[in-house]
């Protein structure tokens, strides 16, 4: 008669150990994939400046550091990609410094700076 109450004979320990072994190699195997493993986050979107109303023939600095021409092109601001953290907007004509202002940005920011010129914003 054959087994009952859903408990499994197997006619060898030969057929077993195979059994054990299969079994055991499969979940080996399978604990190497990363369908079981944490993906890392995403990086952090840097923020973004975007920079307006600059005079034409002036230069865009940030920290110092030029980042470009700052006339508008066919109307369209100048997009600025920077880190996370506190930064100084200057636009120069020649020698001159004719905005400055003082910002801190966060990651996934986009902010606008609007150029006043001849004016600060601390």
């Not at 092109?73 to 905005?99: A, C, F, I, K, W």
Request: proline share 7%.
């Amino acid at each position: 008669m054959g087994p009952s109450g859903g408990t499994l004979e197997y006619g060898t320990a030969a057929e077993e150990l195979r059994l054990k072994i299969f079994i055991l190699l499969a979940l080996t195997l399978l604990s190497g994939c990363s369908w079981f493993h944490k993906k890392p986050p995403p990086a952090p979107v840097p923020p973004e400046l975007i920079v307006t109303g600059v005079p034409a023939g002036s230069i865009v600095f940030i920290d110092g550091t030029q980042r470009g021409q700052a006339a508008e092109l066919n109307g369209r601001p100048q997009l600025l990609r920077v880190l996370e953290g506190s930064h100084v907007v200057e636009v120069h004509r020649g020698d001159t410094v004719v905005y400055r202002e003082n910002l801190f940005v966060k990651n996934g920011e986009k902010r606008v700076v609007t150029v006043l010129s001849g004016s600060n914003r601390e």
